[in-house]
Every structure is written in structure tokens, then in C-alpha cells.
């Protein structure tokens, strides 16, 4: 196992590697033409490069919830993970299933990666940013619950607005920290986990 970890390791330090060597280390963004406009409703400002991938990712959410309560690939790919032998006897091959759920799990961080674009410039490293709010919101939500996962990412995400105006950016990450400890003591399972 140790074996493994050290060659996804060696991956993806030289995945980062490529990345800088092809790209540089200088930010970088992509100039959509819908960027510059907004949409104002009396006092609200709402701009375009927030409220389409804000749009795009709730309908792929609502998709996604659709295609794993609704199908039999997506309750297999729910299942695969509780109980191996008893999915082999529902006539599905675990490792097959692991491989599709991977697939889709790539085209989501796809998809997420080319609004994150859109929405502000990144580098080759911007990953380090995200990792441990993406760890958070998952344990808030509740692991395998993905109406959780959106209701754990509006949480963190007016917590850490709410602190970064009134106490400073500085203070956002720990105060997501704090949030993530009072879920893991009071309600370890997530706020909607089984």
C-alpha cells in the first residue's frame, strides 16, 4: 500500500512538474465574452462569470443525484463501496463500476477546473487553495449524501464570507476549521449523513 501511495505521490509532483515547465508559473485566465456583464435585480449585482457556473454546477448536481438514486450503474456505484461481494451477486463487476465512477468523478473536476478558470486566474498550484475546503465540505455534508455536499458548500462558503468582512480573509480558514470540528463532535456523520 505504502508502495502505492509513494508512486500517486511521484504522479502527481510530476503531473505539477509538467505543468510548470508547459505553462509557467505566472497566473492565468480565459477571457469568456460573457465576463465584463451582470445581471442587477433592484440592489443585487449578480455577475455573469458567477451566476453561470453557479447555474451549470446545480444542474449537473441535480444530474448527478438523478443518475445515482435512478440507475442501475449509479446505485452500483453507491453500493461498491459497502459491499463488494453482494454487488458481484447482483450481476455487476465491481472493478467496471469502480472505473466509471472514476470516469465521471474525472469529467466533474473537469468541468469544475474550466469554471474555476473563468471565475478568477489560477497557476499550476492553485490546488493547495482548495483541497482542504473541498475536505471540509464533504465531511459537513456528510459522505455519499450530495444534497449534504451542497448544503455543506453554502455553509462554509457564508461562514468564510461572513468572517472575511468583518474579521479579515485571514481569519476565514480557521474559522472553517473550527466549523468542520464542531460537525465531527456533535454530528459526526455529516449534517445529512446516513
Aim: with cysteine.
Amino acid at each position: 500500500m505504502n508502495a502505492v501511495l509513494r508512486s500517486t505521490g511521484f504522479f502527481i509532483l510530476a503531473c505539477l512538474a509538467a505543468a510548470v515547465l508547459v505553462f509557467g508559473v505566472d497566473y492565468r485566465y480565459v477571457r469568456a465574452p460573457y465576463i465584463d456583464q451582470s445581471i442587477n435585480f433592484g440592489f443585487v449585482n449578480l455577475p455573469l462569470r458567477m451566476l453561470i457556473p453557479c447555474l451549470i454546477s446545480l444542474l449537473m448536481l441535480a444530474l448527478l443525484q438523478l443518475f445515482l438514486t435512478k440507475t442501475f450503474i449509479g446505485r452500483a456505484i453507491m453500493a461498491v463501496a459497502q459491499d463488494q461481494l453482494a454487488l458481484q451477486l447482483m450481476a455487476a463487476d465491481p472493478i467496471r463500476i469502480k472505473r466509471i465512477a472514476f470516469a465521471i468523478s474525472i469529467a466533474t473536476c473537469a468541468m469544475a477546473g474550466a469554471f474555476l478558470i473563468i471565475i478568477q486566474p489560477v497557476e499550476p498550484s492553485v490546488g493547495r487553495e482548495y483541497i482542504g475546503r473541498v475536505f471540509a465540505i464533504c465531511v459537513l455534508g456528510g459522505l455519499g449524501s450530495l444534497p449534504g455536499t451542497l448544503i455543506g458548500a453554502m455553509l462554509l462558503g457564508i461562514v468564510e464570507s461572513f468572517t472575511s468582512t468583518f474579521y479579515g480573509p485571514s481569519w476565514a480558514p480557521a474559522v472553517a476549521f473550527g466549523l468542520l470540528l464542531l460537525t465531527l463532535a456533535f454530528r459526526p456523520a455529516g449534517i445529512l449523513g446516513r
